[in-house]
């Protein structure tokens, strides 16, 4: 159902977008480097080849602007339902987000703890360190219980949900940080704050700096009818497409090779190429790919395809990160074998998470809608 004032078309490119964030979303998670917890300044650790390059320049640069095209979108779409009661949207947001999020945090640790059960999947856990929580324990079966609780509510195993913990706070705080974006004094003291805060990457469990600035942002071009569809002069793609490209390609560079000439002051540097990077790629991915989305919003395919946003994005971590770390070292005599895997597996996960979302849907319905929070129906 086309939402109020939202034209054919830009519904159409929202949905598009969404479905493409959580695409790209699962090529950036098959990044398989050493140093692989990705953050705007960290280096590499390893020499700079093809694969090297290639991933950190899509993983940490080209593919990052995703997150920031969401928040923008579930802000503007949230501004467009005014009319409707705060505890009514509020309850349904509990209802759509929130569920869903304890459910497949669940299911992560439900995964985890069955893996552990074996041998071979249990060594690939302690390889990852990703349950380890202190120097001497580095499986889920030697958390306490209250621990447990911790990784169930603010620290997922799904380590994606995070998105939607942050996004329910936002939809809880709307009425405030509406009043904020659309108020003069408040505007000109709240948004020099969210950018700051996004520069800074602040981040905590409930709120941080990229959702509040894109949210609060898509609150205020909903609320004041900013033209989302026809760019003016300062957002024509053209220009903006360049920067991207040169300023991710500059950034992954020195990513590698800057150390030697900046030394420690190379991480202020990639920090801010890296805020660059996502914010001229998410202007020339919305008003520059207007084509694309026309092409294939038409392909009855990618509309059916575009359904499975939700089950694509809950449900491909952490299988896709234990599938990496299992297959890695069976492919090792295979040239190439890193950049092979960063561009194939995700193909291998999609597959999966939308074959299992069709069949669920189709067998199960009820208990797809609760899973997905009425999403895809």
């Known amino acids: ?40 300044w960290t280096i590499p650790g390893e020499r700079m080849t093809v694969n090297s390059f290639t991933q950190y320049l899509f993983a940490n640069g080209l593919l990052r602007f995703r997150i920031p095209m969401l928040f923008i979108i579930s802000g503007y779409l949230y501004a467009l339902h005014d009319n409707k009661p705060y505890k009514q949207r509020t309850n349904k947001r509990l209802r759509t ?53 911790g990784r169930w509510i603010l620290v997922p195993v799904p380590f994606q949900l995070w998105f939607i913990r942050v996004l329910l706070n936002y939809n809880i705080a709307y009425p405030w940080l509406r009043n904020w974006v659309m108020n003069n004094t408040g505007r000109s003291i709240f948004f020099p704050i969210a950018i700051l805060l996004w520069l800074a990457t602040f981040g905590t469990p409930f709120f941080e700096g990229e959702g ?41 560079w020195l990513a590698f090779n800057g150390q030697a000439f900046l030394g420690n ?26 084509a694309l989305v026309k092409r294939f919003m038409n392909y009855h395919w990618f509309v059916w395809l575009s359904g499975f946003s939700f089950i694509i994005y809950a449900l491909h971590t952490p299988i896709l990160f234990y599938v990496n770390y299992s297959v890695l070292p069976l492919l090792e ?45």
């Not at 977008?17 to 695409?23: K, L, R, Y």
């Open 1 to 40: 159902m086309q939402a109020l004032n939202l034209s054919s078309f830009n519904s159409k490119k929202f949905k598009f977008w969404s479905f493409i964030s959580m695409f790209l979303l699962v090529f950036v998670h098959s990044y398989n480097l050493h140093v692989n917890y990705l953050q705007p």
């Open 333 to 377: 005599h295979i040239a190439n074998y890193r950049i092979l895997l960063f561009i194939t597996l995700p193909f291998v996960i999609i597959i999966f998470c939308i074959s299992t979302g069709a069949l669920m849907r189709k067998v199960v319905p009820k208990f797809y809608s609760i899973l997905t929070g009425g999403r895809g129906l």
């Open 97 to 149: 987000l929130l569920i869903p999020y304890l459910i497949w945090s669940a299911f992560g640790l439900l995964l985890t703890y069955v893996l552990e059960l074996f041998p071979y999947t249990k060594h690939i856990i302690e390889q990852t360190q990703f349950m380890q929580i202190d120097e001497h324990r580095t499986l889920l079966h030697q958390y306490k219980w209250y621990e447990w609780l």
């Open 212 to 252: 509040l600035l894109f949210f609060s942002l898509g609150v205020w071009m909903q609320k004041t009818n900013f033209d989302i569809q026809s760019p003016n002069k300062w957002l024509k793609p053209l220009p903006w497409f360049v920067i991207f490209i040169v300023v991710a390609i500059i950034k992954t």
């Open 265 to 290: 002051a190379v991480y202020p540097v990639l920090l801010v190429l890296h805020k660059s990077v996502v914010f001229s790629g998410l202007v020339a991915a919305w008003f520059g790919c207007d």
